[in-house]
């Protein structure tokens, strides 16, 4: 059954948002680097890991754009490296971008490079309940 039938049905109306974060979450499952983990940390809390060996604080970014946190890593070729001849070359040397839906609620709490690892915790606030009193209207 394609996704797209679903959200088109006339009973479904006005979960175009919800259709988006289906579509943002199937594309981030096709990126494979780099390597990452994810942790409970209980509480609602969860860490991201990602390897970024070779990558310095200066050339990651971690941003947070409507309930998507992308962590992007970009390198440029330092001066005199480029002409290195390598017998083999397994640490990938590329940028990338690597992206997470978040659920509501969920807040980026801190970012730490350590050992070669971006470590990204988020966290999950107790919800505030919220109650909304209807007033009931008589017609006279």
């Not at 499952?29 to 509480?43: K, L």
């Not at 060996?53 to 480029?82: C, H, N």
């Amino acid at each position: 059954m394609n996704r797209g039938l679903i959200f088109d049905s006339p009973f479904l109306l006005g979960f175009e948002h919800t259709r988006i974060l289906i579509e943002r979450a199937a594309k981030a499952a096709a990126e494979t680097y780099p390597p990452y983990n994810v942790e409970d940390r209980g509480d609602g809390g969860l860490r991201i890991s990602l390897a970024v060996a070779g990558f310095s604080p200066d050339q990651l970014q971690v941003t947070v754009e409507d309930r998507q946190l992308v962590i992007a890593g970009k390198r440029d070729a330092a001066p005199g490296k480029a002409d290195e001849a390598f017998l083999h070359r397994g640490i990938a040397a590329r940028g990338f971008v690597r992206s997470f839906v978040l659920a509501d609620g969920m807040e980026v709490e801190d970012a730490t490079l350590e050992h070669g690892l971006l470590h990204i915790d988020l966290a999950r606030p107790e919800p505030q309940k919220r109650v909304h009193a209807i007033p009931i209207r008589t017609l006279a």
